[in-house]
């Protein structure tokens, strides 16, 4: 366009700057402001109209906060848009409970120990005199010769089908039991062959009845279980404990299908979840594995990790350095985030759901309310959350006057060569 720009007419100039600015490219300024153009040269006319022309696509972090709110009113994009006042902010909260492991793994009886298909066993088996089936005399230095006796057979593996072999017993099921268990059963198989048999099993390797202890421990471990019932903090000390501070790990624990994790922080105060293991249980100690991102108009636009029991709104803006005093828009401070259609009450309406089931929604706080302060101590920030923090538009302004200064200089500078 400039180079048609021959004459200097400052009403083409004007009519120009009118129409970029009427039509809502900048909508910090009105038609007004631009109402008379002073006279300028002919060559900062063309530069100034040559970069209007672009005046849509100034450089920006993203969209502002007319922009952010345009999908909730748009019918082909129909995100909800949920400011963040003190019921928001509860109702968030109490659907961010998180679920506990005593509310998950509410086995807490003690089975003891339980054989198991590839455990070794060693079976002893005494007769009160006179013996009449098995072995041989026992010596006591003490007291010579005993009358009762012992037979010890070699140590066996606990078969596929979870069986033991037990001459004159048979094949004795063994799987799944305890070793008092297993020795009634023995005794009971001998009954009326030896004379008043009495067993003892003894469990020389125990293959089975392990958890498995892994992450961001010491050393990572199996460790194997035994009558007393070992607990979840017991695994973890057995591992020599974690590597990273107490307050920024969380503990997960696998058993079969069910995968839970909470704070360790958590477990050591409230003794309730700090469950009894179980044969079979995976526990991994994670660092950290909760983040968030930030961007925008922000101190720092990166992925900000924290801890497992939770940051709040208020915690989330001050690691993320907080706004940018020069470029922010202290109302245009958003969440974008998959929530629950229970959280929105909006389960009976149909709404627009990811495959998972969720609604997206955008958060919006004012933070110009001094009350939102308040407020923002109270919501809960969740995994993979977006928040971004839009432009002033005085922001935008300064970005249009700053090239055009430029501008004008650089055609100033032009003609005083000329």
């Known amino acids: 366009m400039a180079i048609f720009l021959r004459f200097g007419d400052h009403r083409v100039i004007q009519m120009y700057l009118n129409m970029c600015f009427c039509k809502g490219l900048f909508p910090f300024m009105n038609c007004s402001s631009f109402s008379r153009v002073p006279a300028l040269s002919t060559v900062v006319f063309a530069l100034a109209i040559s970069m209007l022309a672009a005046c849509s696509s100034l450089p920006s972090s993203g969209a502002n906060k007319n922009q952010v709110l345009q999908p909730e009113i748009s019918s082909s994009l129909p995100i909800r848009v949920v400011d963040i006042d003190d019921a928001t902010a509860r109702r968030v909260f109490a659907a961010d409970k998180r679920i506990r492991f005593a509310d998950v793994f509410t086995n807490d009886k003690r089975m003891g120990y339980r054989v198991g298909a590839g455990d070794v066993v060693e079976v002893s088996i005494w007769e009160a005199p006179p013996a009449t089936l098995f072995g041989s005399t026992v010596l006591d230095p003490r007291a010579g010769a ?48 030896a004379n008043q048999a009495q067993v003892l099993v003894r469990i020389t390797r125990n293959a089975t009845s392990n958890v498995t202890v892994v992450g961001e421990v010491t050393q990572s471990l199996r460790m194997p279980l035994t009558a007393k019932g070992e607990r979840l903090l017991d695994a973890i000390a057995a591992s020599g404990g974690v590597r990273q501070p107490v307050g920024k790990m969380t503990v997960q624990v696998t058993r079969g299908d069910v995968v839970q994790a909470m704070a360790l922080d958590t477990v050591i105060q409230d003794p309730k979840q700090n469950i009894v293991l179980q044969p079979g249980d995976v526990v991994t100690a994670l660092f950290q594995p909760l983040s968030f991102t930030a961007l925008g108009a922000t101190g720092k636009n990166e992925e900000v990790f924290f801890e497992a029991q939770g940051i709040t709104l208020a915690q989330a803006l001050a690691r993320s350095g907080g706004l940018q005093d020069n470029r922010a828009d202290s109302r245009g401070v958003f969440i974008f985030r998959y929530e629950e259609p229970l959280v929105l009450g909006v389960a009976g309406e149909n709404p627009p759901l990811t495959p998972d089931g969720k609604v997206p929604v955008i958060y919006r706080v004012d933070l110009k309310d001094p009350r939102s302060f308040f407020v923002a101590q109270g919501f809960p920030i969740r995994n993979k959350d977006v928040m971004y923090i839009s432009n002033a538009p005085a922001a935008e302004l300064q970005k249009f006057l700053n090239i055009l200064t430029s501008v004008v200089f650089t055609a100033q500078g032009l003609g005083a060569i000329r």
């Not at 593996?157 to 004159?168: H, L």
């Not at 094949?171 to 799944?176: F, K, Q, T």
């Open 146 to 193: 005993a009358t009762t006796r012992v037979t010890t057979f070699p140590e066996q593996m606990v078969s596929y089908e979870g069986a033991i072999n037990i001459p004159f017993a048979g094949m004795v099921p063994a799987a799944g039991k305890s070793p008092q268990e297993i020795e009634s059963e023995i005794a009971r198989r001998l009954h009326g062959k």
